[in-house]
T-cell receptor, first 114, second 115 residues
Framework: KQEVTQIPAALSVPEGENLVLNCSFT??????LQWFRQDPGKGLTSLLL?????REQTSGRLNASLDKSSGRSTLYIAASQPGDSATYLC?????????????FGKGTKLSVKP | NAGVMQNPRHLVRRRGQEARLRCSPM?????VYWYRQLPEEGLKFMVY????????ESGMPKERFSAEFPKEGPSILRIQQVVRGDSAAYFC?????????????FGSGTRLTVV
């Protein structure tokens, strides 16, 4: 059974710092891995989607990497800003699972202090 | 492009009542997925629907919960005889046929409180 773990559960950093969020999964047979952002009381915003054949994806100040064999992904945020404060969720789509059946971690709650 | 629309945003029901949650997918999306987020828990997949068909309901509780996506109109998640443990945020996502390639778009959720 696939399990997704995100460490740390919470992180507080000063503005301007570069930071890394971690995601690990127990079963490496995945189609893809997706990083989301969730703001309090809001829905999920997709940040980056990495297919199993890819090693990384970049969007602006965000870079996500995937090491499928070791069951790990990282989300790197450069030059953090207070507006980056949110909960970051990692989700995997299992190979052989139905479309849309994502397995989520519990998230890392990020707070960027001005 | 209004995105995935869910309503109501907040819903309060007394124990034993029925809750109906609605989801209109993005324009051009024919696949709908429902998730539940319990307090302090991660999102859990419930059900995947296409128009008039349930594709995967492996995450749906066996009793009191049902979902539909009719030919016309929004997808509906229905919870009968609600209990306090049903209090959660319910999220809907949608995708085109290529969801596996391009991912999924989520709505803002419905927060159900059972009193």
């Amino acid at each position: 059974k696939q399990e997704v773990t995100q460490i740390p559960a919470a992180l507080s950093v000063p503005e301007g710092e570069n930071l890394v969020l971690n995601c690990s999964f127990t079963d490496s047979a995945i189609y893809n891995l997706q990083w989301f952002r969730q703001d309090p009381g809001k829905g999920l915003t997709s940040l980056l989607l990495i297919q199993s054949s890819q090693r990384e994806q970049t969007s602006g100040r965000l870079n996500a990497s995937l090491d499928k064999s070791s069951g790990r992904s990282t989300l790197y945020i450069a030059a953090s800003q207070p507006g980056d404060s949110a909960t970051y969720l990692c989700a995997v789509q299992n190979y052989g699972g139905s479309q849309g059946n994502l397995i989520f971690g519990k998230g890392t709650k990020l707070s960027v202090k001005p | 492009n209004a995105g995935v629309m869910q309503n109501p945003r907040h819903l309060v029901r007394r124990r034993g009542q029925e809750a109906r949650l609605r989801c209109s997918p993005m324009k051009g999306h024919s696949h709908v997925y429902w998730y539940r987020q319990l307090p302090e828990e991660g999102l859990k997949f419930m059900v995947y629907l296409q128009k008039e068909n349930i594709i995967d309901e492996s995450g749906m509780p066996k009793e009191r919960f049902s979902a539909e996506f009719p030919k016309e109109g929004p997808s509906i998640l229905r919870i009968q005889q609600v209990v306090r443990g049903d209090s959660a945020a319910y999220f809907c996502a949608s995708s085109p046929d290529t969801g596996l390639l391009y991912g999924y778009t989520f709505g803002s959720g419905t927060r159900l409180t059972v009193v």
